[in-house]
């Protein structure tokens, strides 16, 4: 399989599942500024959409969405307990998490990336922003994941995504459970690994 990936993006996420897989797996960077990878290659010819993660198997079939990517990944190696099996009430609240981390927490981000948002709606979005994340931290006041004691695929996608705090100044101190969260994920060695592949930390 290859991951085509950009450090530190959203697809920061399925190269931590990855990495907890244990499955065998080439990661390419395809930065999200240039769409140029390291050959020279234009991303686009290769996904048309230009965005990452892009999954692409061995076969040559290839998978777009971090969600469905992340799933997939997780059901190659059911022993690792990275996803509830399918058709059980878990497996629907690990879909819960995927939608809302991408929905609510993910494209919340997204504007404070853009220069050309106004400062009156990017107020406006940090503002809803620290509403998911109270609400967040709320659902992480009696549990070490978000699905329970186990960590899953949702858990990669939560901690990339509350990563963005920083370099866009959004202080994480008033959500202690989610700050203490964040530090167990960060503690796994499958997420020292992909954080290192991707020049994010030493």
């Not at 140029?36 to 996904?47: H, K, V």
């Not at 994340?133 to 949702?154: C, M, N, P, Y």
């Amino acid at each position: 399989m290859k991951l085509y990936y950009s450090p530190g993006a959203c697809s920061l996420s399925p190269h931590i599942a990855l990495e907890e897989s244990g499955l065998p797996y080439e990661a390419i960077a395809a930065p999200t500024k240039t769409h140029q990878l390291a050959d020279g290659t234009d991303y686009y010819s290769i996904n048309p959409l230009g965005y990452v993660p892009l999954l692409v198997l061995n076969d040559g079939r290839q998978l777009r969405e971090g969600p469905a990517i992340v799933q997939y990944i997780a059901d190659q190696v059911p022993a690792k307990k990275l996803a509830p099996a399918n058709g059980t009430f878990e497996r629907a609240k690990l879909h819960e998490w995927l939608n809302f981390i991408g929905t609510e927490l993910h494209k919340g981000f997204s504007p404070l990336f853009n220069p050309a948002t106004p400062a009156e709606y990017k107020t406006m979005v940090i503002a809803k922003l620290g509403e998911r994340l109270k609400f967040t931290d709320g659902l992480l006041s009696d549990r070490q994941f978000v699905l329970g004691d186990t960590f899953s695929v949702a858990d990669g996608y939560l901690f990339t995504v509350t990563n963005w705090a920083q370099p866009l100044n959004i202080d994480l101190a008033p959500y202690s459970n989610l700050v203490a969260y964040r530090a167990r994920v960060a503690a796994r060695p499958a997420v020292v690994r992909a954080m290192q592949a991707e020049g994010l930390i030493k």
